[in-house]
């Protein structure tokens, strides 16, 4: 989901409960107004009552198209700029953009962004490292395997040798009986 999507996502979920909060909250004071006014025509309450909701409609609305641009669009941008990393990017930056009233969160965004950037080109640089010691490992195991077969194969030729010299032996001693 790109910057856009999510901004459009985000910012209509927000505007439709504001709007109408807004108009719902206002339409009260069309009627505070008519009483204020002294007005007594039952049409004249309608029309304050239509009036303060369309005041509030419109209130409601603009606040939606500030909030969009203040907090909506630069709020995407960081959902965007944290996804490119997980996704890899390490070159991504919100260092360039200006976001008003959110600007201290932008710096900790991208101080949290650096730090993740750099943790992950240290741990790139373990994981290589230790790639390396395993290797290392494996060759003196193999190499360790190949002696333990030549000390195995030197054993087995010395008790085969023992064996046929106990025959002998063996042999001696019952020609020394007879």
């Known amino acids: 989901m790109d910057s856009q999507e999510q901004v ?3 910012s209509k979920s927000y505007s439709i409960s504001t709007v109408f909060w807004c108009a719902f909250l206002a339409a009260p004071f069309g009627l505070l107004n008519s ?6 025509d039952v049409r004249a ?3 304050q009552y239509l009036g303060g909701a369309f005041g509030g409609l419109l209130v409601g609305f603009l606040a939606t198209l500030i909030n ?20 890899g990017n390490l070159d991504a930056k919100l260092k360039g953009l200006n976001y008003g009233v959110m600007d201290n969160i932008r710096m900790a965004f991208d101080k949290m962004g650096d730090g993740i950037i750099s943790l992950m080109f240290t741990t790139k640089k373990r994981i ?16 360790g395997n190949i002696q333990a077969h030549e000390v195995a194969s030197a054993i087995k030729q010395i008790a085969a040798g023992c064996s046929d010299q106990a025959e002998v032996v063996q042999k001696i001693v019952i020609e020394v009986r007879n």
Request: aromatic fraction near 10%; charge should be positive.
């Open 68 to 87: 969009k641009k203040r907090f909506f669009i630069p709020i995407a941008s960081m959902i965007e700029y944290v996804s490119s990393i997980e996704q």
């Open 8 to 10: 459009r996502r985000i």
């Open 128 to 143: 290589m490292e230790t790639e390396k010691v395993k290797n290392q490992m494996v060759e003196q195991v193999n190499s």
């Open 35 to 40: 009483w204020l006014l002294g007005l007594t």
């Open 45 to 47: 309450w309608i029309i």
